[in-house]
C-alpha cells in the first residue's frame, strides 16, 4: 500500500466515473494510469466493482408475472376500422 | 384546393388518423417491452412488491395518456422513468434524516476489511470476498437508504442509467447526481458493514 501519492486524491475523484464508464476517454486515461501504479487504488477498485456488480445481482427482481397483461390493458383503443 | 370538395380533405384526415393510430401502436409497444426494465427499477424505489406493481402501472397509464409527447428516436426507457419518479414523488414521501457517516478514510475500506477478516487470515480473493453479503441484506440496505439517494443508486447502479439520464429523470444537475451517487454509495457499504456481519 503505497503511503499518499498526490495522485491518489486525483483518483479518488475518478473513480467513480471510471466504476460507471463516465468518464472522457482523456480522464480513462489517467484513470488507469493511476490503477496501474498505484496498489491501494487498485484493490479499493477491484473490491468496488466486484461489491456493484453483486449488489445489482441481488437486488434485480423480475416483473411478476401478470403485470405485462394489466400493463396491455392500460394501452388506448385499438386501431380497428379506421 | 376548395374546388375539389369535401373528399378530399375528409380522406387526407382519415390517412392522418389512421398513421397516428399507427404510431401510437408502435410507442405502446416499445414501451411494453420495457416493462420488465422499469419493473426492477421500480422494485428497489418503494417498499413493496405491490407498491411497485402498483407505480409501473400508473406509469404506464400515464404514458399511454400522453404518449404524443414522447420524441420518437429519444431515450424511451428514461422517458417511463421520469414519469415514474415524479409519481412516486408525488405520493408525498416522508423528510428522511441523512445517516451520520463515518470520516472517508475509515468507512472507505471499512466494508471490504471488514468482510476480508470473517474469516481470520484466510485471504479470500476479491471478487469471493463480496459473496460473504447476503441476498436480504443488501436489498434491506438498499431499502434503508433515504429516498434521494437511493433513487440515484438504483438508477445507476440497477438501472445502468448514465449520469446524464439519472440527471434528467431526477430533474437535478449532473453534480448532484454524482455526490448523492458517491455518498448513497458510502451509506449502502456502511450498512452493509454493521448490518451484516454483526
Known amino acids: ?82 | 384546393m376548395s374546388e375539389s370538395g369535401a373528399a378530399e380533405p375528409e380522406a387526407e384526415t382519415g390517412r392522418r388518423i389512421a398513421s397516428e393510430a399507427r404510431e401510437r401502436v408502435r410507442f405502446e409497444e416499445e414501451a411494453l417491452e420495457l416493462a420488465d426494465q422499469v419493473y426492477r427499477v421500480a422494485r428497489r424505489m418503494v417498499g413493496t412488491r405491490e407498491e411497485a406493481e402498483e407505480l409501473v402501472q400508473d406509469t404506464y397509464a400515464r404514458a399511454f395518456r400522453s404518449w404524443r409527447s414522447f420524441t420518437p428516436g429519444t431515450n424511451m426507457r428514461a422517458w417511463l422513468l421520469r414519469i415514474l419518479t415524479n409519481l412516486n414523488t408525488d405520493r408525498g414521501r416522508k423528510i428522511q434524516r441523512t445517516p451520520d457517516l463515518q470520516p472517508l478514510e475509515e468507512s472507505d475500506y471499512y466494508l471490504a476489511n471488514k468482510l476480508a477478516a470473517v474469516e481470520g487470515e484466510q485471504a479470500l480473493d476479491q471478487e469471493r470476498v463480496v459473496e460473504r453479503l447476503s441476498q436480504g441484506s443488501i436489498v434491506d440496505a438498499l431499502a434503508a437508504l433515504p429516498h434521494d439517494f437511493r433513487d440515484v443508486v438504483v438508477l445507476v447502479d440497477l438501472g445502468e442509467f448514465s449520469y446524464a439520464d439519472a440527471a434528467q429523470i431526477l430533474d437535478v444537475p449532473i453534480g448532484t447526481v454524482m455526490s448523492r451517487l458517491h455518498r448513497g454509495r458510502r451509506i449502502l457499504k456502511q450498512t452493509l458493514a454493521e448490518e451484516s456481519l454483526t
Open chain 1, 1 to 82: 500500500m503505497t503511503d499518499h501519492d498526490p495522485d491518489c486524491e486525483k483518483c479518488e475523484e475518478l473513480l467513480q466515473g471510471y466504476l460507471d464508464r463516465d468518464l472522457t476517454s482523456q480522464e480513462v486515461v489517467i484513470a488507469e494510469g493511476h490503477l496501474d501504479r498505484c496498489d491501494y487504488c487498485r484493490r479499493r477498485y477491484r473490491f468496488e466493482a466486484h461489491l456493484r456488480r453483486y449488489i445489482r445481482v441481488s437486488a434485480i427482481e423480475r416483473m411478476p408475472a401478470g403485470l405485462l397483461a394489466k400493463l396491455a390493458e392500460l394501452r388506448g383503443p385499438t386501431a380497428d376500422g379506421l
